[in-house]
């Protein structure tokens, strides 16, 4: 509405052109800041084995018995960082952003 966009268009290009987050994105954005603020009891899959894999950054994905865990902030952040390039998986403080 405030950039004259048809209500019926794609907002995408106009989110890129004002340099806006979407929500999906602002969620994804806190849920890694989440983690590298609070590390919690997460273990890296090198920690786990001494193998020198491609995923050794990677967390270790928790067994879930119930759904609330899967939606929980704990099994997100897991699934996101092992979907980050290795760039990101590597910084220590939310400053990096």
């Not at 209500?7 to 969620?27: A, E, G, M, P």
Request: glycine content about 4%; some cysteine.
């Amino acid at each position: 509405m405030v950039c004259g966009a048809n209500k019926y268009q794609s907002h995408r290009q106009i989110f890129k052109d004002y340099r806006i987050l979407t929500v999906t994105s602002i969620y994804f954005l806190e849920v890694l800041c989440y983690k590298i603020t609070y590390k919690g009891n997460l273990k890296q899959i090198i920690t786990i084995h001494g193998h020198y894999t491609r995923s050794k950054l990677n967390f270790h994905v928790q067994y879930c018995h119930t759904v609330l865990f899967k939606k929980s902030v704990v099994s997100m952040e897991i699934k996101l960082h092992n979907k980050v390039p290795d760039s990101i998986k590597n910084w220590k403080t939310v400053n990096s952003l």
